[in-house]
């Protein structure tokens, strides 16, 4: 599909009317204004209507049956797999493992290639602005291996440090670098071609967790030099289920499998059994078939918005809002300036606690998150137990920027405090 | 709706040509289609210029898959290995005849991917599989 040239504006209006569930009422006359699509985006009508019309007119198992609808399913399912190859530039559709989003992706390395690649006092290096979807599975991983897991500070920029990143990577026996290429909570856009280029040179794979980048910004994986990539759906206008683990297709091969089942065996008998191709041989059971066939969708629509016009809009967003947000005395934002983050910003008003912001933003219509974003070591580090999220998409408006600070000094008033 | 059994496919597939095993053999390969089981093993003897002096197959399956075998082992008796390097998935469909689903390319392509492995190696057979992707 043909991408729309960069230079054509934004027409954010247009873009809006495909996503039916923002034009309803929040609450009884307050709209909705959704600034929670770091958790998980809205869905255009193209999705859910590719979604409607899989189980109305050809539901059927895929890669078994011979009978037509099979087969429609089959094809469909697989040409999901070429669009998403195409999307992240993979050599090969064989690259290309479906599965139910990041976390299982992460998973599926840390159990197949960790534990059977790492051995005693290897180290997995990660980051300290990890999502516990990297922190945890590596940990279990070096549990069962006597591996362990350490991880390249942050600066009080919000930034990796990455002198010590260096220095890690010289003293230390690393086997993997895992991190994420956009931070969940500080917007943080990270050097992954550099930090990748770094990892080699020292003999060190990379796993990267592209669930807030996928979204966001085009992801070329050969040029990046990634050896493993993984990402969600349902952050991306895709169904809930939906989601990919990018892998070099050599490690793939070397990789044992990692659930046993149908679809992912060359021949099973009582004895033993051999495994099939890639990508198959790591999609055990029946996929989730409405689901990556939505992702499919998805991604035709992303890509004929163009994904470098996604994200040039939404540098915009951030810049505005960092504007906005920083000019706010009682507010303290999180992360680096503008120009190194995505349009996401986790913030905390003084003396109210995140809970309380986002309860009170909701009564306004407003959607955000609060707590700790999946990421509770980040937040020892920031001095705080939560914060309060806004997150940013292809539909979002600057006027939704002006309606959250708007709506951000009410939560302050509520809280007894004179306005500044 | 085509006919998908049209004469010389149930022939080849229920009469295959060429059934057996070489002992001994200077090629002997194995391969499946896992979705549906279909087996086919492929035993080659060569002659002093490398050519295909004679072959056999082996294993169980649909008739698209068995018809295959058979097809393609007519067009490669007597040929040399450079000229087998040649042959596409094209020259399977045009043997076939027919328009073929995609559940059943897996099938009717089985025979040239255990060829194809065996004599050049599974980085060649995905080569010859990755033609047709747009």
């Known amino acids: 599909m043909e991408a729309q040239p960069i230079t054509q504006e934004w027409d954010v209006e247009h873009v809006r009317s495909e996503f039916p569930i923002l034009h309803q009422m929040h609450h009884d006359d307050v709209p909705l204004i959704y600034l929670d699509s770091a958790a998980s985006s809205q869905k255009p009508r193209v999705v859910i209507e590719a979604i409607d019309q899989y189980y109305r007119t050809y539901n059927a198992n895929v890669h078994r049956g011979i009978h037509k609808l099979s087969e429609e399913a089959s094809a469909a399912y697989e040409a999901a797999r070429v669009k ?55 940990q279990i991983v070096a549990e069962q291996t006597g591996a362990r897991v350490d991880y390249v500070p942050i600066l009080p920029d ?26 969940n909570v500080l917007g943080t856009i990270n050097p992954i071609a550099e930090m990748t280029r770094i990892a080699h040179e020292a003999g060190a794979l990379v796993l990267v967790d592209a669930a807030q980048a ?57 004895s033993g059994s051999t495994w ?38 939404e540098q915009k967003l951030a810049d505005y809002l960092l504007d906005r947000l920083t000019d706010i005395p009682w507010l303290t934002v999180f992360g680096p300036a503008s120009a190194q983050r995505g349009a996401v910003a986790a913030f905390a008003v003084d003396g109210v606690h995140a809970h309380d912001v986002a309860a009170i933003l909701d009564q306004q219509g407003i959607a955000v998150r609060a707590g700790h974003h999946c990421a509770q070591p980040l937040h020892s580090i920031l001095g705080t137990a939560a914060t309060a999220r806004a997150s940013f998409y292809l539909y979002n ?24 | 709706m085509y006919d998908l059994y049209r004469e010389n496919i149930l ?42 002096r004679a072959l056999a197959w082996d294993g169980e399956g649909c008739a698209i898959s068995q018809a295959s075998a058979s097809m393609l082992g007519e067009v490669i ?13 094209q020259l399977i469909f045009e043997l076939i005849g027919i328009p073929l689903s995609m559940n059943r390319v897996k099938c009717a392509l089985l025979s040239l991917k255990v060829l194809t492995v065996a004599l050049y190696g599974l980085g060649a057979w995905q080569q010859i599989e990755d033609e047709a992707e747009a």
């Not at chain 1, 055990?284 to 470098?308: N, R, S």
């Not at chain 2, 008796?77 to 998935?89: F, H, M, N, P, T």
């Open chain 1, 397 to 420: 408006t600057l006027a939704e920027v002006d309606a959250l600070v708007e709506a951000l000094y009410h939560v302050r008033k509520v809280f007894g405090a004179s306005r500044h």
């Open chain 1, 214 to 270: 996928a979204p966001h910004l085009p992801v070329d994986v050969r040029a990046l030099d990634i050896d493993f990539l993984a990402f969600s759906g349902h952050k991306m206008c895709a169904p809930t289920g939906s989601g990919v683990l990018f892998g070099r297709q050599t490690l793939l091969e070397a990789m044992p499998p990692w659930m046993g089942g149908g679809d992912m065996i060359s021949r099973v008998t009582f």
């Open chain 2, 11 to 52: 022939d080849h597939g229920m009469n295959p040509r060429n059934r057996g095993i070489l002992s001994p053999a200077d090629v002997d390969y194995e391969a499946s289609n896992p979705l549906c089981g279909d087996r086919l093993r492929l035993t080659l003897q060569l002659d002093d210029q490398r050519r295909i």
């Open chain 1, 84 to 138: 998403i190859r195409r999307f992240i530039n993979a050599g090969s559709k064989r690259e290309i493992i479906f599965t139910r989003g990041t976390t299982e992706g992460i998973n599926l390395v840390a159990q197949t290639w960790g534990r059977s690649s790492l051995r005693p006092g290897d180290v997995v290096l990660s980051t300290q602005m990890e999502h516990h979807a990297i922190i945890v599975p590596w």
């Open chain 1, 276 to 313: 099939n191709d890639l990508p198959f041989k790591f999609e055990a059971g029946t996929p989730l078939i409405a689901e990556q066939i939505g992702l499919g969708v998805a991604v035709d629509y992303l890509t004929a918005l163009g994904m470098d016009r996604i994200h040039a809009y």
């Open chain 1, 158 to 183: 919000g930034t990796l440090d990455q002198d010590a990143f260096r220095q890690m990577l010289r003293t230390l026996p690393v086997k993997l670098v895992a991190l994420t290429y956009v931070s």
């Open chain 2, 77 to 89: 008796l007597g040929k040399s290995l450079d000229e087998v390097r040649q042959i596409d998935k």
